[in-house]
């Protein structure tokens, strides 16, 4: 079924999971428990959607690389790296929100409460 103009597509299963497949050949996987992964061929920007909610923001820089760990008030937790060139290298988040723009532009936030 398509969803959206742009035109993405969702495959939805009986046990509440979803299948988000985009244009560019991005696969978005939606597990019945809420976690989600994403692969994307390309991500121009990582960023904080707003900074007030963060806790902690250590930066490492190592072997042409530099590291970001972000963890939020109240849990939530994000890593990425990228290279000197300014290419990712690598990202994780786990217990966080998310928006993902279509230009490939991914915002963090803490996550929002249960309930």
Known sequence: MKFD????SIETREDGSATVH???GGVIDIARDRNVTLDLKTIESVGI???IEVETH???RVAGSTSHFIRFHGGGEVRFAYNHQGKLIELSAEN???SLSNGN???FQKATPKG
């Open 105 to 107: 532009e991914l915002l």
């Open 49 to 51: 959607h707003n900074v």
């Open 96 to 98: 966080c929100a998310f």
């Open 5 to 8: 103009k742009f035109g993405s």
């Open 58 to 60: 250590q930066i490492t």
């Open 22 to 24: 985009t244009p560019s």
